[in-house]
């Protein structure tokens, strides 16, 4: 099995502090036996454009191992927002964009989030927000309408509520098939009910830091799944929602 991270990042991280450099994510994925990272610029970056040029020369100089979302603040403009969007996609080969709904001040059902889901729509990529922490911009239940909205797009909950909010957005999941929880932060009996309620097939592990890392990958190995639920979320979800169920 190659163990996917769906969600990490790479840079500095203006907002909540915190740097993450290209060894950081290497040693810690050696260490876990992960296979393949999800790599993002943190909320606030101040100059994406210059991070996902980081990641894409990480992904060239490690194939197979790194793959890029789109991370920037949509506030910017359709304009700007969907060039760089578009510059990442299709020239760097990066696989999904990411609406950070506090970091970035969005409610996940305005028409700025509804802009950057378009342009997921048009490009055949996910979209990852973040919820959770930073309400009431974070609620998951926000995400609903957004779901409803573009049923062909696959929404990602970063976070899956953040502990706080995981019933909610467990009912979000329920309710929209086409909404995966990725559980970083999560308590591990939560992460157990999840799958249980939902399948394997809709959840799927996330370190948000490399630090991180063990942590969330010992909350799956200890919560009495079974093998092929474990693949699932630790390989399986991911491996669809990224890369249409070819693991790289």
Known sequence: MKIIDSHTHLGECQIYGGVVTENDLISRMDANKVGVSIVQPFPGELKPERCHDRIAELARQHPGRFFGMVHMNPHLGREVYGREAIRCLR?????????????????????????????????????????????????????????????????????????????????????????????????TPDVAWLVGELGAERVMMGSDLPSNLPVELAKYSSIGISASELHECLCGTASRVFFKGHTP
Do not use: R
């Not at 979209?127 to 309408?145: D, E, K, N, R, Y």
């Open 91 to 187: 020239d760097l080969k990066f696989v999904a964009l990411k609406i950070h709904t506090a970091g970035h001040a969005v409610f996940p059902n305005s028409s700025i989030a509804s802009m950057v889901a378009e342009v997921a729509q048009d490009h055949g990529v996910p979209v990852m927000i973040h919820t959770g922490s930073g309400v009431p911009f974070a609620l998951p239940s926000l995400v609903i309408p957004l779901a409803k909205s573009f049923p062909s797009v696959t929404f990602i909950l970063a976070h899956a509520g953040f502990a706080i909010y995981t019933i909610e957005a467990q009912i979000v999941a329920a309710e929209c098939p086409n909404v995966i929880l990725e559980t970083s932060w999560c308590l």
